[in-house]
């Protein structure tokens, strides 16, 4: 069996999306994402020179050695762009093994671990009351777990609000945009949210926030700590994970969960954090930690210390991604929760899936591969349109993480 060719195909509809195609001469294709948000050409460029061609005439199910032909073979290693172009390899190569064996995709992981797949939803709201309606939609629209961002008064485009209470869409437009942040002002704020929260709801919903790598180390902990009463499902990438050590200093000062891992791309990433049992969830997904393959490693890594999965799950990883991490969260056996953004309905016409929502649960489907097709007919009626995420500055113009 061999591969005959394999093609990049982007789309925009409503959002940017980089697929790879992989056709076989035995008629089988697989199809794998290799999206990277407002960085969406470097992903591009690099499988068209530099994988394709390497890929034609290899035996498709030899999925470990192109994976290792992929990583050891570039010399250079890691990073997001090489990362996401194995992942999309290794996805569309799943893809063809499990359509090969007419089998779902979970199946030939291991086999079903459970049944359905809990999400969580994104609710925003400009202010706290705001928010508070906003979870409170989530709730009746069935889901377990919600997370919850707040607008805080003087900060300008708080991370994670935005264009409606249950949307969010942060890559908006041309060139970036310019945000705020303030952490003085979140850390007075953020805190009354989740006494609201529960004041309102009680205890029942699983509730999460994410800091998106704005605090300190010490405002971290600090921030950790005020928001322990509210028992937080998870507080997410509450500072920037390049120093991993900073996350000792919150651990000394909290027992709120935390979780990271949305920007890592190997097991190296996640090593140290995991080993020093710094984290209770590790957020990495399938398109961002080198496919199904790799992502296996970290998640039997992280079940040596009882650390679940959180696999990553916003708009901007495609359907592709979404209906391979649920055969992947339906095998894990140290499965946490999944995240969910639902796609628009234009990208969910160009990307054809069998996966399913039901009160608070994500279903992938029985058809054999992972699932997700594309129509490339329709793609070909949505061009790529630049569209980055959004940068932050402190009050006196100073850049911050956004
Ligand atoms: O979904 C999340 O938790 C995010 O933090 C979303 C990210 O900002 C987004 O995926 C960046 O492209
Ligand atoms: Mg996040």
Known sequence: ??????????????????????????????????????????????????????????????????????????????????????????????????????????????????????????????DIAETVDAVGQYIDLGYKAIRAQTGVPGIKDAYGVGRGKLFYEPADAALPSVTGWDTRKALNYIPKLFETLRDTYGFGPRLLHDGHHRYTPQEAANLAKMLEPYQLFWLEDVTPAENQEAFKLIRQ?????????????????????????????????????????????????????????????????????????????????????????????????????DYRFDKGELFCGEASGHGVDIDEALAAKYPYKPAYLPVARLEDGTMWNW
């Open 253 to 353: 000062h909290s027992v709120t969960p935390l979780a990271v891992g949305e920007i890592f791309n190997t097991i190296w990433d996640a090593k140290d954090l995991i080993q020093n049992q710094l984290i209770d969830y590790i957020r990495c997904t399938i398109v961002s930690a080198g496919g199904v393959t790799h992502l296996r490693r970290i998640a039997d890594l992280a079940a040596l210390y009882q650390i679940r999965t959180g696999s990553h799950g916003a708009t901007d990883l495609s359907p592709v991604t979404m209906g391979t991490a649920l055969h992947f969260d339906t095998w894990v056996p140290n499965f946490g929760i999944q995240e969910y953004m639902r796609h628009t309905e234009e990208t969910d016409a160009v990307f054809p899936h």
């Open 1 to 126: 069996m061999k591969i005959i060719s394999a093609k990049v195909i982007v789309t925009c509809p409503g959002r940017n999306f980089v697929t790879l195609k992989i056709m076989t001469d035995q008629g089988v294709y697989g199809i794998g994402d290799a999206t990277m948000n407002g960085r969406e050409k470097a992903v591009v460029a690099y499988l068209e020179d530099h994988v394709v061609p390497c890929l034609i005439g290899m035996d498709p199910r030899r999925i470990e050695d192109i994976w290792q032909y992929l990583y050891r073979g570039a010399y250079w290693r890691r990073g997001p762009v090489t990362m996401r172009a194995i992942a999309a390899v290794d996805v569309a190569l799943w893809d063809i093994k499990a359509k090969m064996a007419n089998m779902p995709l979970y199946q030939l992981l291991g086999g079903r671990s459970r049944d359905g797949i809990m999400v969580y939803g994104h609710a925003n709201g400009s």
